[in-house]
């Protein structure tokens, strides 16, 4: 079956660090992938994807993450976090099937001002 | 609507109790999906439909677990003889079939005590 794993459960960053959240995921062919955002009370929203082309993909509020098939690997990437990004954050993979989205378990992303 | 739309927000209830929890997709989205959130857990798929039939409920994860789809629009996912470990936040989201629009809900947050 296929699975997402979400490396870090916890990540604490002050201010302005550089942030990369893993990533992996089990199915070896076609993928599309996604990075949720859930922020404290708020539902989820969607930061960013990936279906085909530039494996650097860009997304809302300055994250970006990096495809690389070879790993199968999906890493959310920011350069310099904020405290307004304190949330949970999950990475998605559309199933085989192509009915839905497998979900990690997420990453909670705290930041210190 | 603007969203998607979920009642009850939150529900308490005895276990061995029915529940019915209630989605209300945007406007046109043909598709819509019901996922479980539990903490530490991630988002749990549990039913697609597609217009009014369900052509995957793989997720489901028992027969006290069903779901329907009305109009091509509301949907209403019923727990029957509710478990403590059904405890959980029931996710709805719809989209335009394209995965390009996966738009979540709010949640209802069930607790069975």
């Known amino acids: 079956a296929q699975s997402v794993s979400q490396h870090n459960h916890h990540v604490i960053l002050s201010e302005a660090a550089s942030l990369e959240l893993g990533c992996n995921y089990s199915y070896g062919g076609t993928v599309n992938l996604f990075w949720y955002v859930q922020y404290p009370g708020q539902h989820l929203q969607l930061l960013l994807k990936?279906?085909?082309?530039?494996?650097l993909v860009k997304g809302i509020k300055g994250f970006e993450a990096e495809f690389i098939k070879s790993k199968f690997s999906f890493n959310l990437r920011k350069p310099s976090v904020q405290w307004s990004d304190t949330a949970e954050y999950f990475c998605a993979v559309k199933n085989q099937a192509g009915t839905a989205l497998i979900f990690g378990k997420g990453t909670t992303l705290s930041v210190s001002s | 609507g603007a969203g998607v739309s979920q009642s009850p927000s939150n529900k308490v209830t005895e276990k061995g109790k029915d529940v019915e929890l209630r989605c209300d997709p945007i406007?046109?989205?043909?598709?819509l999906y019901w996922y479980r959130q539990s903490l530490g857990q991630g988002l749990e798929f549990l039913i697609y439909?597609?217009?009014?039939?369900?052509?995957?409920k793989s997720g489901l994860p028992s027969d006290r677990f069903s779901a329907e789809r009305t109009g091509g629009s509301v949907s209403t996912l019923t727990i029957q003889r509710t478990q403590q470990e059904d405890s959980a936040v029931y996710l709805c989201?719809?989209?335009?079939?394209?995965?390009?629009?996966?738009?979540f809900g709010s949640g209802t947050r069930l607790t069975v005590v």
């Open positions: 439909f597609q217009g009014n039939s369900a052509p995957d």
């Open positions: 406007s046109g989205h043909t598709a």
């Open positions: 990936y279906f085909s082309g530039d494996p």
């Open positions: 989201a719809s989209s335009d079939g394209t995965f390009y629009g996966y738009t």
